[in-house]
């Protein structure tokens, strides 16, 4: 068993010994995957305002401009997917090597980061599995869809270190990994929800700089924890 005391200072640990490097990586890692160490906020009144006029809009236009439109849309669509694709899931799974090598091996270099263009096929394969699942689930219900998001947590990491397993196989491993560990892991995310908060507090710049490398860097010895 292992306790969040643990796996944080362990991660801490490799964080400090390698700084900027795992600050790099973890704004890259942020710039591809859309995560966010700042808030945001809504007017709803703006909002609302906002519907109404677009309403308006669409009502005005012609076939033509609705068709071209719509077009314009599709094709929008088609390149985030394609760009997820080709460009941030090898990213995503290169950070993840990085940080789990930095844990084993404090001041690892960069170059790690691309290792997840190296079995591209695979790498599709299994990351689309795990989005197309969790996807599913979550349009059934959020708590099923929440489970998946733990169940195949282990799956970026895997790719690099289990090279002789399919998408589908790499699913299953992570899912037996995770068993047992979901809700603790859980736990775990919680426990760094007032360095999240602080990193709202500081226009992102405290996540930048401590939150978001010391997660990603804990996260990774929580996987070195339980893979054993």
Known sequence: ???????????????????????????????????????????????????????????????????????ISVGAVVIGILIKIFLVNPLQVGCYNFFKLNVNNPGTPLGPIGDGFKDFGRTFVALFL?????????????????????????????????????GTELLSRSKEMMRGHKWNAFVYDLSFLGWEILGALTAGILGVFWVRPYKNSSDAALYLKLRG
Do not use: H
Not at 39 to 64: I, R, W
């Open 130 to 166: 795990r989005d197309l699942l969790i996807f599913v689930f979550c349009l059934l219900l959020v708590v099923p869809g929440i489970i998946k998001v733990y169940e195949y947590r282990m799956v970026p990491y895997l790719l690099t270190d289990e090279p002789q397993l399919s």
């Open 1 to 71: 068993m292992w306790t969040r005391q643990e796996i944080k200072e362990r991660g801490k640990a490799a964080f400090r010994a390698n700084y900027w490097k795992c600050v790099v990586a973890s704004l890259l890692l942020a710039l591809v995957t859309g995560a966010s160490a700042g808030g945001s906020s809504s007017n709803s009144g703006e909002s609302v305002n906002t519907t109404e006029e677009a309403s308006q809009f669409f009502q005005n236009l012609t076939p033509e401009q609705i068709i071209a439109i719509a077009g």
